[in-house]
């Protein structure tokens, strides 16, 4: 990449901030950002190799926007922009994230088939398709050691018995009524994606 190249990507990236911060002064120190411009930085950062200036994107997003659940695509980044940082513990939290918005995203990452369908989607970032557009890929460079970290992660023995536990339960709730049962089931749902 050049250096023009990096120069234009970061006046996008200076750009997202402004927006962010007019967005906050709109709404009253608020954001609304209806737009998801938030979820635009860390794909630049990555493109200009600006780790740890995506480490620092990734506080401001996590102090700004507690609650958000983020996109697959965007944990993704989120936990390789960690990585290269050498913050193994956020990126390892992230990667829980990640795996559990979209379950065939590792997968797509990796270049093989999805072993992990959900038969019932229960939203449409779970889907194949949703990755349609997802193109990175662990044939390139500067992924391949985070490649390597992420079959680590993914065959550590506790997180399988997560992952397992956690298609056992989706596959209760596609024939569990409304009532107490699914409720718990729903519960401890949502407890497994949260590292």
């Known amino acids: 990449m050049t250096e023009q190249q990096v120069k234009r990507i970061q006046v996008k990236i200076d750009k997202c901030k402004k927006a962010l911060a007019a967005d906050k002064r709109k709404w009253g120190g608020y954001y609304d950002d209806s737009r998801g411009i938030r979820y ?16 620092k994107y990734l506080k401001w997003f996590d102090k700004n926007f ?3 659940s983020g ?10 922009i960690l990585f290269k940082c050498g913050d193994l513990k956020g990126a ?12 065939c995203l590792f997968d797509k990452f990796m270049g093989k088939l999805c072993e992990n ?10 889907s194949e398709e949703y990755l ?15 490649g390597v970290w992420i079959e680590t992660f993914l065959s550590d023995g506790n997180f399988k018995k997560l992952a397992l536990e956690y298609f056992e339960i989706e596959e209760k709730l596609s024939h569990t009524e409304v009532g107490p049962e699914r409720s718990k089931l729903v519960k401890r749902l949502f407890d497994i994606k949260k590292p």
């Not at 635009?40 to 480490?55: S, T, W």
């Not at 390892?92 to 379950?103: D, I, L, M, V, W």
């Open 40 to 55: 635009l930085a860390p794909e630049l950062y990555i493109k200009i190799k600006d780790y740890e200036g995506g480490r």
């Open 66 to 68: 507690p609650d958000d």
């Open 71 to 80: 996109f697959p695509e965007f944990l993704f980044e989120a936990t390789f």
């Open 92 to 103: 390892e939290n992230k990667a829980h994230r990640t795996y559990f918005s979209n379950t």
């Open 117 to 126: 369908r959900l038969e019932k989607l229960f939203s449409s970032l779970q």
């Open 132 to 146: 349609e557009n997802f193109n990175y890929t662990v044939s390139d460079d500067e992924f391949h050691d985070f």
